[in-house]
């Protein structure tokens, strides 16, 4: 496939609004997409979906580790010179505490995705205190700070609880393109159909949902190795969640640390 087209609209000129690229899948326990363009354009900038302007730039996310794919991942995302941010559960950090400092000391960024994956507007205010309180301070205790994004597990959060997190100066980072590659379905389909969720909806400061664990990996991995020179020769900077938002850029780590 031909690298992705150039646009036409200027860089630094602003969108109007906050949206998702990718179809919808019934049945699949997922937040209606329009639910999470009415949190992202009622709350501009605490709520986001995809960068605020033009520039050619994308964001890789991956969701749920870090797994026992997560140093593959690491071994591609090395090679092809690209950041990533990693929204991380404290239960798959457990027991893999070297491996999230790896990820932040390889230059990644680090975000938090609860402690046990819940569907968080069943929690209602003991949102923070039973999962992302934990998951913050699981955070500070390997890396010696906490981030500021949060992805909520299946893009479900209150307006209550996303007033909380602002408060709390947290940002709540959802998805422009969502690859599908948890779809259980999708996964026969290989690497193919993933590189394809993106080639079709690729777009200026885009926010790419996928995945370094729950399940088997190996299509995601391939899909990325694939798509990164494609979209290099489009013309595409990778960068962090934080660097996309322009917020302040999570600690480095000191030389001792290294
Ligand atoms: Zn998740």
Not at 137 to 153: D, H, L, Q
Request: hydrophobic share 40%; proline share 7%; aromatic share 8%.
């Amino acid at each position: 496939m031909s690298p992705p087209a150039a646009s036409t609209i200027a860089a630094n000129q602003a969108k109007t609004e906050q949206k998702i690229r990718t179809a919808f899948l019934p049945n699949w326990d997922q937040v209606p997409l329009e639910e999470m363009e009415r949190q992202a354009n009622k709350y501009p900038k605490q709520v986001v979906l995809e960068g605020a302007s033009h520039r050619r730039w994308i964001a890789l996310t991956f969701d749920d580790g870090p797994s026992n794919y997560t140093r593959r991942l690491l071994a591609i995302l090395k090679q092809q010179q690209v950041p990533a941010t990693f929204y991380m559960t404290a239960k798959s950090m457990e027991g893999r505490e070297d491996l999230v400092k790896e990820v932040w000391q390889a230059g990644h960024e680090l975000g938090n995705h609860s402690v046990n994956h819940p569907h968080l507007s069943e929690l209602a205010e003991r949102y923070w205190d039973e999962e992302i309180g934990p998951t913050q301070e699981k955070f500070r205790s390997i890396v010696g700070f906490a981030p500021n994004t949060m992805r909520p597990p299946y893009g479900e959060i209150t307006d209550a609880q996303i007033e909380d997190l602002a408060k709390r100066g947290i940002k709540v980072v959802l998805w422009s393109i969502d690859t599908q590659d948890w779809n259980k379905n999708r996964m026969l389909f290989g690497a193919h159909k993933i590189e394809r969720s993106i080639q079709d909806a690729i777009h200026e400061e885009a926010i790419v949902l996928m995945h370094d664990a729950g399940g088997r990996r190996e299509n995601t991995l391939a899909a990325v190795e694939q798509l990164i020179p494609w979209l290099k020769a489009g013309g595409y900077e990778f960068v962090t969640v934080s660097q996309m938002l322009g917020l302040p850029a999570q600690p480095t780590p000191s030389p001792l640390q290294k």
